[in-house]
């Protein structure tokens, strides 16, 4: 069995509807928690790559959500009226400000201790699929297989 693990958004889901980005590139946080209303979330869209986590799920594979967002119920609902099924979701809770490879390290570090798997274990056989830079040094660096979602859903025809 393989751990596929995905990042939201750039990877599985195409939200940039409800992004803006500030002149030095960052988010505007204030901006995108105004646009977290149902209507906005569930005028998101698939990448191709949601293929993929559907297709690991219905095999079989251990498929985890790992994503920088704080999630909502409107989030919930949008995975779940796409049929985005994973078996944890690690996300960022309110008010935790760290760059997001520091936190999604510690979120899945946390979650396999909790399983009682060893990290060299767990490790080999996963593969994190996100789309930032940080995250993918991280994942590598910790031993899993790093994908770039936004080359593969380039391949893929996003």
């Not at 191709?48 to 609902?77: E, F, K």
């Amino acid at each position: 069995m393989i751990n596929y693990i995905f990042d939201l958004d750039h990877t599985v889901i195409d939200s940039s509807h409800r992004q803006l980005t500030r002149a030095d590139g960052t988010l505007d946080l204030d901006n995108w928690i105004e646009n977290c209303t149902r209507k906005k979330i569930m005028a998101d869209k698939l990448l191709p790559l949601a293929d993929l986590m559907r297709s690991a799920y219905d095999n079989g594979n251990h498929v985890i959500i790992c994503t920088a967002r704080v999630l909502s119920t409107w989030d919930h609902v949008f995975l779940a009226a796409h049929n985005l099924q994973a078996h944890a979701i690690l996300s960022r809770v309110q008010g935790d400000h760290r760059p997001d490879a520091e936190m999604k390290r510690d979120l899945l570090l946390k979650h396999f201790a909790g399983l009682g798997v060893p990290v060299a274990r767990w490790a080999r056989h996963s593969v994190f699929y996100d789309d930032n830079k940080a995250v993918l040094a991280m994942a590598e660096k910790l031993g899993i297989i790093a994908r770039d979602a936004v080359k593969l859903n380039a391949q893929l025809g996003a």
